[in-house]
């Protein structure tokens, strides 16, 4: 079992920015091959933001692409996600998601709230 500490929600107004960050609680003994964030919208279904693979690589939604920045830290178990230019579509609780040894872990979730 594999637990995911998210940090860094809460609420801004348009344009403004926000960091989220999600570690991976416990001592891992293989690498983790993706770490990402997902969130999920009032009244909507989960959606896929960003994933960076263990190499490097990334991936976003077009939604936020060119406004949101993730990032893996030299320790390999936190991935960070900086959102600039937000805005009141972008309200949602964020998820980090890692996959790991063939599972999926998701975090508790944080609120971020975009206020006009």
């Known amino acids: 079992q594999v637990q995911l500490i998210e940090s860094g929600g809460g609420s801004v107004q348009a344009g403004g920015s926000l960091n989220l960050s999600c570690e991976v609680a416990?001592?891992?003994?293989?690498?983790?091959?993706?770490m990402g964030w997902y969130r999920q919208p009032p009244g909507k279904e989960r959606e896929f933001i960003a994933n960076i693979i263990s190499a490097g690589s990334t991936n976003y939604a077009a939604s936020v692409k060119g406004r949101f920045t993730i990032s893996l830290l030299i320790n390999k178990r936190t991935t960070t996600l900086q959102m600039n230019s937000l805005k009141p579509e972008d309200t949602a609780v964020y998820y980090c998601n890692v996959l790991y040894s063939g599972d999926d872990y998701w975090g508790q979730g944080t609120q971020v709230t975009v206020s006009s």
């Open positions: 416990e001592r891992i003994f293989h690498p983790i091959s993706i």
